[in-house]
């Protein structure tokens, strides 16, 4: 747990922020708030709570560990949306002490509850108020709802993912999910920094397909440039090679030699120095062109030996590269155990990842367990709020 001393040292330190919001996008971008120092009050319905909750199992003592991972250094409410008399209590919550709102409820739940950004800005116009919709605010598919995996499919990104001629393949994190809630992010303190000067709050919007549409910036500008529909080339790269992973004798280690120089140094460490000089690959676009002979080639040298043995040959001569690395390995790595980025859960006994980010050399720890549902209803929404702090 950090110290009173590293809480007050948190940049958001001071700031309320209201999550009306469940599943991942909205609950990880109110985590990411609540790592930088913010007070982030999780509005959730009785009963069952964030639908996160039931995502499992596993479970530990009942709870998911998806709803765990994502709900650190918050104070869980329990409010029924149905009861008009608990909405006001909520509204009065955001009235007086809100900066933020985060919300990604069905599209127009918070127009219904009088609980949208308009709703509040006669009586609080410095709230600053973010939508995390599913395909964004304006449009034909605006009133729909979405998830992750959908906004894969439909912004394009399963289209280059996985390997030619084989069944689509969803990317195995919710990168859609998260991007958004780093997106929300991202608006909500551009939004506090403008706030500082203006003193008027504003509506962030952000969504699941424009998230999605964004990871496509580079294989849109090929395809606009060229007029070629982008292929799924498996752990390969559109616009470099070799850059992808090949087999070993015990398992995969990815090559990154993006460049003639790093092209070359592969070659000596492969024990083929020739291939620097054979004219299929002599430049990016010879080799790109190329590509699939070159993968053989490399592979067929590569299954020799064990990985251990070419990490070290790549990396004594500065070829990137990298192997593929389980979920326990990855824990264990000395790199990971390093940078402190693992956070442990006392109540849970979970092991959680921390803000990627540092500050003065610091990262921000875990200040509150994730809440259990309704914990903190009567301290938040009673007399007892200064002792949220």
């Known amino acids: 747990m950090q110290t009173r001393k590293d809480i007050n040292n948190l940049p958001l330190r001071g700031v309320v922020a209201v999550e009306l919001g469940h599943s991942v996008a909205a609950p990880f971008a109110g985590q990411i708030l609540g790592d930088l120092g913010a007070t982030v009050i999780k509005v959730e319905k009785p009963g069952a709570g964030d639908d996160a909750r039931a995502w499992g199992p596993p479970f530990v003592d009942g709870e998911s560990s998806c709803f765990i991972s994502l709900n650190r250094n918050k104070y869980s409410v329990a409010v029924d949306l149905k009861d008009p008399v608990q909405v006001k209590r909520l509204r009065d919550l ?180 020739e291939w620097a000089n054979d004219p299929r690959f002599l430049t990016n676009e010879d080799r790109l062109l190329n590509k699939e002979t070159l993968a053989e080639m490399i592979e067929a040298e590569l299954g020799r030996a064990s990985t251990a043995h070419w990490i070290s040959s790549l990396e004594d001569v500065g070829v990137p590269c990298a192997p593929i690395q389980s979920v326990d390995q990855v824990l264990a790595d000395p790199q990971t155990k390093a940078l402190g980025i693992l956070q442990h859960s006392a109540r849970t006994n979970l092991t959680l990842v921390g803000l990627p980010i540092s500050f003065d050399g610091a990262r921000p720890g875990l200040r509150h367990e994730p809440p259990t549902l309704g914990e903190h209803t009567e301290q938040v929404l009673g007399a007892d709020w200064d002792h949220l702090i």
């Open 94 to 273: 955001i009235v007086q002490r809100a900066d933020i709102v985060l919300q990604n409820l069905r599209p127009g739940t918070v127009e219904k509850l009088s609980l949208s950004a308009h709703d509040f800005w006669q009586e609080n116009n410095r709230l600053i108020y973010c939508n995390l919709g599913a395909f964004g605010r304006s449009g034909p598919l605006a009133n729909r709802p979405g998830y992750d995996p959908l906004m894969q499919a439909y912004g394009g990104i399963m289209s280059v993912t996985g390997e030619e001629g084989r069944p689509p393949v969803r990317v195995g994190v919710s990168m859609i999910d998260m991007a958004t809630g780093m997106w929300a992010v991202i608006g909500v303190v551009s939004a506090l920094h403008e706030r500082v000067s203006s003193g008027r709050g504003r509506e962030v919007d952000v969504s699941l397909f424009e998230s999605a549409l964004s990871w496509m910036t580079v294989l849109v500008a090929n395809y606009s440039a060229s007029g070629d529909l982008p292929r799924r080339l498996g752990s390969g790269a559109v616009i470099t090679a070799p850059y992808q992973a090949f087999r070993a004798k015990d398992g995969y280690i990815v090559i990154a030699a993006g460049n003639s120089v790093f092209f070359n140094r592969m070659c000596m460490a492969l024990s083929h120095p």
